[in-house]
């Protein structure tokens, strides 16, 4: 199975930040890698696609990249909206896994 | 546009089967590969099982091989996820989602809350 690692756990920002959140596969997955936000009590909510596709709908403050095995999520400019949990998932191969979660939180 | 409903919350006994529906609107159910994913209170997603399409066959995660069953009623475009022998660690929210776009998962069902309890 590929194992998806998620970087930092927690992240404490401000309205106004920049901030960047990791995402490690143990093995190659092309750039077959979604990224997901999740609030709570909700499903979770398609943000990115083909690790840099910007979903239709989705801010373009949202954006992806890396390729292979390393992978970003960048929000250039938070919002109040965007605290919230954040999932990557690979869909190279079966099984499909997902990263453990980040979790933005207000600073 | 596709929209997904899933059935309502269950409450059941350990060693019970739930069997959770996922109703298909705005495309037919034969349209759409369909996959479950899961999240126990507090924890990640979890991927359970779902639909691959270049296979034609249905692909269940190991961790719940011969305890999971998913299956569809094109008559009524639902989908169904049955989970048998269940535990208190099953004890979760249980989704439907589909890739309409291609591979990730743009449409997903509003969960089902699954509560395993003596």
């Known amino acids: 199975d590929i194992q998806m690692t998620q970087s930092p756990s927690t992240l404490s920002a401000s309205v106004g930040d920049r901030v960047t959140i990791t995402c490690r596969a143990s093995q190659s997955i092309s750039s077959w890698l979604a990224w997901y936000q999740q609030k709570p009590g909700k499903a979770p909510k398609l943000l990115i696609y083909?690790?840099?596709s910007l979903e239709s709908g989705v801010p373009s403050r949202f954006s992806g990249s890396g390729s292979g095995t390393e992978f970003t999520l960048t929000i250039s400019s938070l919002q109040p909206d965007d605290f919230a949990t954040y999932y990557c998932?690979?869909?190279?191969?079966?099984?499909?896994?997902f990263g453990q979660g980040t979790r933005l939180e207000i600073k | 546009q596709v929209q997904l409903v899933q059935s309502g919350a269950e409450v059941k006994k350990p060693g019970a089967s739930v069997k959770v529906s996922c109703k298909v609107s705005g495309y037919t159910l034969t349209e759409l590969s369909m996959h479950w994913v899961r999240q126990a209170p507090g924890k990640g997603l979890e991927w359970m099982g779902g639909?691959?399409?270049?296979?034609?066959?249905?692909i269940y995660a190991q961790k719940f091989q011969g305890r999971v069953t998913m299956t569809e009623d094109t008559s009524t475009d639902t989908a169904y996820m049955e989970l048998s022998s269940l535990r208190s660690e099953d004890t979760a929210v249980y989704y439907c989602a589909t890739p309409i776009g291609g591979g990730a998962f743009d449409i997903w069902g509003q969960g089902t809350m699954v509560t395993v309890s003596s």
């Open positions: 639909f691959d399409p270049e296979d034609g066959e249905t």
């Open positions: 998932q690979q869909y190279n191969s079966y099984p499909i896994t």
């Open positions: 083909k690790a840099s």
